[in-house]
């Protein structure tokens, strides 16, 4: 299973971007997805996760701003982000728990993450 994250660019303080990311290879399903971020020398941290039933967690620093949803049909993740900040900068990382049956019925659980995808706010 491959996560191709999408979407992150320069853009201007008060702007919006829509990161995406998209799971490719063999059959399975997502339950739990996530969005992280890693600012320069900071740790990676969380920023939004949505459960197989659509509950959603913010980060307070991004709460009323960000909003994450999915597309289970095209196992793909999106974090909406509106009035960007500079705090912002950070290089953001899609993650998903997932699973999937062997051909002897056995359930496999796994979680993958995307290769990161740079958004850089300006002030």
């Known amino acids: 299973v491959q996560l191709q994250a999408s979407g992150g660019g320069l853009v201007q303080a008060g702007g919006s971007l829509r990161l995406s990311c998209a799971a490719s290879?063999?059959?399975?399903?997502?339950?739990?997805a996530a969005w992280y971020r890693q600012a320069p020398g900071k740790q990676r941290e969380s920023v939004a996760e949505?459960?197989?039933?659509?509950?959603?967690n913010y980060a307070d620093s991004v709460k009323g701003r960000f909003t994450i949803s999915r597309d289970n049909a095209k196992n793909t993740v999106y974090l909406q982000m509106n009035s960007l900040k500079p705090e912002d900068t950070a290089i953001y990382y899609c993650?998903?728990?997932?699973?999937?049956?062997?051909?002897?019925?056995?359930?496999?659980?796994?979680?993958?993450w995307g290769q990161g995808t740079q958004v850089t706010v300006s002030s």
């Open positions: 290879g063999r059959t399975f399903s997502i339950n739990t």
């Open positions: 949505i459960s197989s039933g659509g509950s959603t």
């Open positions: 993650t998903v728990d997932a699973y999937y049956y062997t051909d002897t019925d056995e359930r496999v659980v796994f979680r993958a």
